[in-house]
């Protein structure tokens, strides 16, 4: 298992094993906060981080293209690349982070280099934006997977100050 196999499983929907997952990515500042909580309580994060805000998805063909055709074009793109590589695809959407890590580990060293300088780094850098704007521990992880690509992107300001979501008690 690659080390973007390794943290592609941090960002898949938590079960009783994630803390597990994140100390096998090496994320032990991460698992350390997260084995504070319940399974359903990091359950609660996860879904109020990624899911309720179109600017912390997961989905990094939104952060390139957002609903314009394009993003069509880039999901095409990497279900091919899934195919490809023999990857199996989930639930989520071919350009679900899960997917495009896996895919970036399983490509030629050149080819992930321009892959990941094209279409990955700009995504990863505005979703790490979105995510410490929002100050949130999931930061934690996607510096990491920030850190491991082989080219990074600057991080864009935001101009607009993300929302603060509570979840129901």
Same mark, same amino acid.
């Given at each position: *298992?690659?080390?973007?196999?390794?943290?592609? #499983?941090?960002?898949?929907?938590?079960?009783? $094993?994630?803390?597990? +997952?994140?100390?096998? @990515?090496?994320?032990?500042?991460? @698992?350390?906060? *997260?084995?504070?909580?319940?399974?359903?309580?990091? =359950?609660?994060?996860?879904?109020?981080? $990624?899911?309720?805000?179109?600017?912390?998805?997961?989905?990094?063909?939104?952060?390139? $293209?957002?609903?314009?055709?394009?993003?069509?074009?880039?999901?095409?793109? *990497? +279900?091919?690349?899934?195919? +490809?590589?023999?990857?199996?695809?989930?639930?989520?959407?071919?350009?679900?982070?899960?997917?495009?890590? =896996?895919?970036?580990?399983? *490509?030629?060293?050149?080819?992930? +280099?321009? $892959?990941? #300088?094209?279409?990955?780094?700009?995504?990863? @850098?505005?979703?790490?934006?979105?995510?410490? =704007?929002?100050?949130?521990?999931?930061?934690?992880?996607?510096?990491?997977? #920030?850190?491991?690509?082989?080219? =990074? @992107?600057?991080?864009?300001?935001?101009?607009?100050?993300?929302?603060?979501?509570?979840?129901?008690?």
């Amino acid at each position: *298992m690659t080390r973007y196999d390794k943290l592609a #499983r941090v960002f898949e929907y938590p079960d009783e $094993f994630y803390v597990e +997952r994140c100390r096998e @990515a090496g994320l032990d500042e991460f @698992a350390g906060e *997260m084995e504070a909580l319940s399974t359903s309580g990091i =359950q609660e994060l996860f879904i109020s981080t $990624f899911d309720w805000n179109p600017a912390t998805t997961l989905d990094l063909g939104w952060h390139l $293209f957002g609903e314009q055709y394009a993003r069509g074009e880039f999901l095409v793109r *990497m +279900r091919a690349e899934l195919r +490809r590589y023999g990857i199996a695809e989930s639930t989520e959407l071919p350009d679900h982070l899960t997917h495009v890590l =896996q895919v970036v580990g399983h *490509m030629d060293a050149e080819v992930a +280099r321009e $892959f990941v #300088r094209e279409f990955v780094a700009p995504a990863v @850098a505005k979703l790490l934006a979105a995510l410490e =704007q929002k100050k949130t521990s999931f930061t934690i992880p996607l510096r990491a997977v #920030r850190d491991a690509l082989p080219v =990074q @992107a600057d991080l864009p300001v935001l101009k607009t100050e993300l929302p603060v979501l509570v979840g129901g008690d």
